[in-house]
């Protein structure tokens, strides 16, 4: 720091907003200008597509030098009404963070797919870095391409590309935020791969609202605050039990012990194979008591003789009954043939 008496204003963020806030880079100790079409920014762009490609996660970081004047020591700094430069910063680097998935987890998605589920990638990342991670797990099946894949395949502009021909889509946030009601459904309803990028808590709730119109049964993962009214919104919201908010666990209906979307799966599954046993169950009592109770309703309408007794019908039932309907509720199921 040149000066002892000068604070030191340090923000980290996502890189392209955090420099859109800087004028100058931090070269080999020294400051340097940087106007918008410098050799530096295009090294940026560079930077930030090969990292996220990775599936990696970038921070920008930049910081400023406050006039000592101005800002003297013990100067109540106001985050609320910022009375701070936030603008005309120093640009100071990037930093990538890999967070892998579980290694479980692309198992579980391709269960969710075969099993007819539908899974969403909703997160504040950059698209780059979402849609590495989303092919990464299995979200974004293996030749499946997004707009972008075919207009950098083909070397043409983004636009020119025919949304309608992908099966995948990488929506960010600024363009959810500006999409219809109508233009969400028609997004929703002709992909079936869909990652939203760059998304606010608002823009979840907005998404699982868009599901609901459709007549999707819609579940919902979220650990924070800000997720809360999306868990609440949900069919059914599933917080997160070991990194989860108090307030999110409040508004969920279900949650997670070891915040782990297999878990889900295997929920689901252990769910459809008590559901799909019931019905059999119920089935085989249908079938097997109808038979028996119809002679004595022909009895006591028509006056027909019995052709079985009470004592035969009970041994029946204890004898080739009993032992098929205690069968049944304990048979497995695979998650497929729901």
């Known amino acids: 720091m040149p000066d002892e008496d ?3 204003l340090v923000m980290k963020g996502a890189p392209e907003r955090i420099l859109d806030r800087c004028t100058s880079i931090l070269l080999n100790g020294e400051i340097v200008d ?3 079409d410098s050799e530096q920014r295009v090294k ?8 996220g490609g990775m599936g990696e996660r970038v921070l920008g970081f930049c910081h400023s030098f406050l006039d000592a004047k101005e800002y003297p020591k013990g100067y109540a700094f106001d985050n609320e009404n910022v009375n701070f430069p936030l603008e005309g910063l120093t640009f100071v680097g990037l930093m990538a963070m890999i967070d892998p998935p579980r290694a479980n987890v692309p198992e579980a998605v391709a269960k969710c797919k075969s099993a007819g589920i539908k899974v969403i990638m909703v997160t504040g990342d950059h698209p780059i870095t979402a849609a590495a991670i989303a092919k ?4 974004i099946s293996d030749g499946s391409n997004t707009v972008d894949d075919i207009a950098k395949d083909m070397g043409i502009p983004v636009e020119e590309v025919d949304p309608s021909k992908v099966n995948a889509a990488v929506v960010h946030g600024s363009k959810l935020k500006e999409m219809t009601a109508e233009d969400l459904d028609a997004l929703l309803s002709n992909h079936e791969e869909i990652v939203f990028a760059r998304t606010s808590p608002q823009q979840k709730l907005i998404i699982v609202e868009a599901f609901q119109r459709s007549g999707q049964i819609v579940a919902v993962t979220g650990d924070g605050v800000n997720d809360s009214p999306a868990l609440k919104k949900a069919d059914i919201g599933i917080a ?13 209906d279900m949650i997670l012990l070891d915040d782990n979307f297999a878990s889900i799966v295997t929920g689901v599954e252990e769910g459809r194979l008590i559901f799909d046993n019931l019905k059999k169950s119920i089935a085989y009592t249908l079938t097997s008591n109808i038979p028996e ?3 004595f309703l022909f009895f006591i309408v028509l006056s027909i003789p019995l052709p079985l007794g009470t004592v035969t019908i009970l041994f029946i039932d204890l004898g080739t009954d009993l032992w098929p309907a205690i069968s049944l509720p304990t048979r497995r199921l695979n998650l497929t043939s729901c």
């Open 6 to 8: 000068q604070h030191l």
């Open 136 to 139: 990464n797990v299995g979200i």
């Open 34 to 36: 940087m106007p918008a």
């Open 293 to 295: 109770i119809s002679p």
């Open 240 to 252: 997160m039990g070991i990194a989860g908010s108090d307030v999110s666990k409040e508004a969920a």
């Open 44 to 51: 940026f762009e560079a930077a930030y597509l090969e990292l």
